[in-house]
């Protein structure tokens, strides 16, 4: 005898150990609960649920990822899927695409799973004929705190219903639906219903288009990935001091001088594509332009607004803290020239203009002391009793209250109110515009962030930076030609060892706070920097492990006794990772195949 399904749909997120939950809108579960009330679906959601079953869970496993919150399928069986299936949904232009695409994809994908599901056809189940789709709210924008909940329910009559509060949860219905359907004949399961709403209402992945240029058709194929992962913003890192590949129609000249070529440049139209496809899949799309630090491709245009620019990053005879830049790429732009904010006004207002998303993402990281000390105008502010800090509060509280101006909340890298040397007083970031974002020192951060009332973005770099344990990308190290070193077993990574997909599913982004605190934590994102990365290793380098955050955000990582489930999950990624690769994404394995098709014999610990 065996559980096949325990869970939980509304209760209050617990704690474990010191790890709170989620920032979960429980305004929106009620809206949700009204949903299911209308459509007589789940009525019984309010108290656990134990369905005994004779036959082994393995031998008919749901495989949807990520892990739906909650689903009931007390009797598994399957139906045939009619090749006249069709679905019905409401008239919404972004909706009726993701329809359109999920139809085909349904229709043609004939996934065979790696383990046979061993589900059998029911005689008395009629072959399911359609999908009906019923949005309460079609004039929700895809914005943040946007509803993102669904209830599905696929009786054995022949036609399944999927209700939703917002087309962009209604999306994120079609990913599971898909999910579901296997074979050749198409099957899928039948007498089943599940809830599914996010944990965190943010779920997003940061790609560095600077470093190394990105078609605009890997941008978009990176895009459909983290739909399929339900996963919700591409924080899209556009700008940097190695190139400035982004046309800004009021600066063309930062692109035509700054970019690596006229063939690497993301015009206003690739923009604009890039933005509809995003919302076509429920992907809000992030932009960054990194400033005043991380700009000396800005000097190819304006040499004049830019300290330090072009200069070698370690000079010789150089300590470590006096270095021009925290990496080959030397340029901070000079918060004491004028020139300086009429050039990157005209960039934000265009910026925003060719993004709709509410958050405009300024960076504000790694001001690196050297750099600014090197600038003849800075080193006379600070020979009067100047300070550094006071250099970035003179770029803050003047950009600042230009992007509020426009309508938008400001996210910053963390830096900006932890650096150790430059950083701003809180009064300059109002915790009511201000979000910031995690990059050092895991939870503490993050603790230290919300414990001052700001909302967070968690980027954990010993958690999610998937472009750690590669390597240096520093020339002519020597710390290299040593036969005996034991030192850089991280292969000189600065943030070695390389992140595993457990290590990224595993991180309990809320752990050690309180229930209030763990509210300002609006989610995470992994981020790939492409110092060593580009289109030819992209999809390896997010692929699976942008997943295994995406669930550990979207449903958890603990099962309903509050246990880890990486071990269970490690079955279902194995079997999502060969699936999205059927789909064109080149995510790369977790485990060889044997692996796969024996499951549990290659656990640490033998499950019996």
Known sequence: MEVIFVMFAYSQPQVYKGQPSSSFDHTNTNKVMALQRKTNNFTNFLVFFFFISPISSLQFSINVWPKPRAFNWPHPQ????????????????YLSSAVDRHLRRILTEKHRPLLDPSVNISSSASPLQKLIVEVADLS????????????????VSGSASLVAETAWGAMRGLETFSQLVWGDPLRVPVGLSLWDAPLFQHRGLVLDTSRNYYGVEHIL???EAMSMNKLNVFHWHITDSHSFPLVVPSEPELAAKGAYGDDMQYSPEDVRRIVKFGMEHGVRVLPEIDSPGHTGSWALAYPEIVACANMFWLPAGYKWEDRLASEPGTGHLNPLNPTTYKVLKNVIRDVISLFPESFYHGGADEIIPGCWKADPLIKSFLSNDGTLSQVLEIFVNTTFP??????????????????????????????????????????????????????????????????????????????????????????????GPFKTWETVYNYDITYGLSKEEAKLVLGGEVA????????????????PRTSAMAEALWSGNRDETGKKRYAEATDRLNEWRYRMVNRGIGAEPIQPLWCVRNPGMCDTVQVI
């Open 402 to 495: 230009y992007i509020r101006s426009h309508n938008r909340t400001v996210v910053y890298w963390e830096d900006v109110l932890l650096d150790d040397i430059v950083k701003v007083r809180p009064e300059f970031l109002p915790q009511e515009h201000t979000i910031l974002q995690t990059w050092n020192n895991g939870v503490n951060n993050t603790k230290r962030i919300v414990s001052s009332g700001y909302r967070v973005i968690v980027s954990s770099s010993e958690y999610y930076y998937l472009d750690c344990g590669h390597g240096d990308f520093i020339g002519n190290n020597s710390q290299y030609d040593e036969q005996a070193n034991g030192e850089y077993k991280n292969g000189g990574s600065w943030c």
């Open 221 to 223: 194929r990176t895009i």
């Open 528 to 543: 790939l920097w492409s110092e060593q990365a580009d289109p030819t290793v992209l999809d390896a380098r997010l692929w």
């Open 140 to 155: 929700a924008p895809l914005q943040h705190g946007v509803n993102e909940s669904y209830t599905l329910d696929i009786s």
């Open 78 to 93: 399957a139906a045939l899927l009619s090749p006249n299936f069709t679905i019905i949904s409401p008239n919404h232009h």
